[in-house]
């Protein structure tokens, strides 16, 4: 599997602004994903990162809330604009289609944990 | 919508028995199954995967069995350890584009 990392690993921010996460992977990959995790809960996807491109985005989640960038087959950055306390979550980055994996195999990164005060 | 979900939200099993976790989807053009183990603080991590074409596939200590004519999907831990403890999900997929619809999560504990 990939080596996915996340920065930064946990923020406490306030409300009214904004946090950029970064999620770099020590080899290309195909598609990467963004999660989020709210407390105790399972996961829900926001967004497919889509390289060179506008990201696809769930239901639910809209681009001036959750701006994200992939400027190359390695990294992709989210951002959680204009917070609120209900953006506190676990965000997770994700990625599929490694080389020499098959291709529907999807990893995770460790998260990023973020508290809005 | 269509949903992934888990019967039970928390096992509890003893150290050395086997461990059985469920899950129920509802989506029937799912194509590939992924089951996770998620530690505290920590992110997902991939166990073993199935796709719709099997039954049944084995891995160290874990066996995943899926039947589509129920869309049942379960995850067998065999002879069960301390460093079992943790989160487990159950996710689908329709493959191609398409992300993963994630279960609500068993919390499994192994009691010495």
């Known amino acids: 599997s990939a080596v996915i990392s996340q920065k930064p690993s946990r923020d406490i921010c306030q409300r009214g602004t904004s946090l950029t996460i970064q999620c770099q992977v020590d080899s290309q990959v195909t598609m990467m994903f963004w999660y989020r995790q709210q407390p105790g809960q399972s996961l829900t996807l926001i967004a497919t990162a889509n390289q060179g491109s506008e990201a696809t985005y769930e239901s639910g989640f809209v681009i001036d809330k959750f701006p994200i960038s992939r400027p190359n087959l390695t990294f992709s950055t989210l951002t959680v604009s204009n917070m609120s306390p209900e953006d506190s979550s676990i965000y997770l980055c994700?990625?599929?289609?490694?080389?020499?994996?098959?291709?529907?195999?999807?990893?995770f990164g460790p998260g990023t944990r973020l508290t809005v005060l | 919508g269509e949903s992934v979900g888990l019967h039970l939200p928390t096992l509890s099993v003893q150290e050395g028995d086997n461990s059985i976790i469920n899950c129920a989807y509802s989506?029937?053009?799912?194509?590939?199954f992924i089951w996770y183990k998620q530690e505290s603080g920590k992110g997902p991590q991939f166990i073993i995967d199935?796709?719709?074409?099997?039954d049944k596939r084995q891995g160290q200590r874990v066996t995943v069995l899926l039947n589509k004519t129920v869309k049942h999907l379960s995850l067998q831990i065999a002879a069960t350890q301390p460093g079992d403890s943790a989160v487990y999900f159950c996710?689908?997929?329709?493959?191609?584009?398409?992300?993963?619809?994630f279960g609500k999560g068993t919390h499994l504990i192994i009691q010495p």
């Open positions: 989506n029937s053009a799912s194509d590939y």
């Open positions: 994700s990625v599929r289609g490694l080389a020499g994996s098959a291709g529907d195999t999807q990893y």
């Open positions: 199935i796709r719709s074409n099997m």
């Open positions: 996710a689908e997929t329709g493959g191609g584009a398409d992300g993963l619809t």
